[in-house]
């Protein structure tokens, strides 16, 4: 009797630890996208459904818990996108503020930016960070208005034209989509002097500092693009969170860069800052 209920109890430990191993191996086997997808969410913090694309999905509100490490450095996932890839940006601005560009045009294809972000700045990453990164299409657009534009409106424009590289910035309707404030999701709303648009949105700096999207602006003129203020602006009259009309080549302000990792990525960790998702293959 004892020898069949050693036998038995070594038989159980090992089917239990066959099927813990099998649990662990497929939760790891998720690729990014269905580990992320099984975590969206329909209120609060977290990761939506995308409003104007089938098969998208963005993160929304304050604190999403969408950080992750590349370049051993902190990042924030913007958006998983339809054909599997993270699209991501830098959780801080670069050392150093940088014109759109010196060419004195709005055009991200030939921009003064693009090319360093493409080329110096790509080439300053580790190497084993530069091949988790895939080339691929950026939504530059047409130069977008603000007049009454619907967040569908703005996306259109924005698909308009494509840009494909590996390192650029995040869109105006990346930042838009990234508020929970209803009324954000709307152009006209994004530009006024009581703009919503850094009212629940992780995308809004607590300081003082100005960045970049890649997005062109059509209302003043061909050497202007879609600019933000970060949230303590202390005694400038800029309002936190709103978008204004950026001068290329006038004044150089903060650079986020962006970028979309491979589909075949997988990730580990919760995507807090405390635990943010590492990647590996």
């Not at 204004?244 to 919760?270: A, E, H, Q, T």
């Not at 943010?276 to 293959?281: A, D, E, L, S």
Request: aromatic fraction near 12%.
């Amino acid at each position: 009797a004892i020898c069949l209920l050693l036998v038995m109890t070594i038989g159980y430990a090992a089917f239990s630890t066959n099927v813990t191993l099998m649990a662990k191996g497929n939760i790891l086997g998720l690729t990014a996208a269905d580990k992320l997808k099984g975590k969206v969410v329909t209120t609060g913090d977290g990761l939506y459904a995308d409003i104007t694309e089938i098969g998208r999905y963005v993160y929304r509100g304050a604190s999403p818990e969408n950080y992750i490490i590349f370049n051993n450095e902190l990042w924030r996932i913007l958006s998983l996108e339809t054909d599997g890839t993270l699209k991501l940006i830098k959780e801080n601005l670069l050392p150093n503020n940088l014109v759109w560009d010196t060419n004195q045009s709005n055009n991200w294809a030939t921009a003064s930016l693009k090319e360093y972000l493409n080329n110096e700045y790509y080439n300053s990453l580790l190497a084993s960070e530069k091949d988790l990164i895939i080339k691929h299409d950026f939504n530059i657009g047409v130069p977008i208005d603000s007049f009454d534009k619907t967040i569908g409106d703005t996306y259109i424009e924005e698909k308009a034209e494509s840009w494909r590289g590996y390192i650029g910035l995040f869109t105006v309707t990346d930042y838009l989509k990234a508020s929970l404030n209803g009324e954000c999701l709307n152009m006209s709303k994004a530009v006024q002097a009581d703009s919503p648009c850094g009212k629940q949105n992780y995308l809004l700096f607590d300081t003082d500092d100005w960045y970049w999207t890649i997005t062109a602006d059509k209302n003043s003129g061909t050497f202007y693009t879609w600019d933000i203020v970060g949230q303590n602006v202390g005694a400038q009259t800029a309002i936190p969170g709103r978008l204004y009309s950026g001068n290329v080549y006038c004044c150089p302000i903060g650079v986020r860069p962006s970028l979309f990792l491979k589909d075949n990525i997988k990730l580990i960790g919760d995507g807090t800052k405390n635990n943010p998702y590492t990647i590996y293959i």
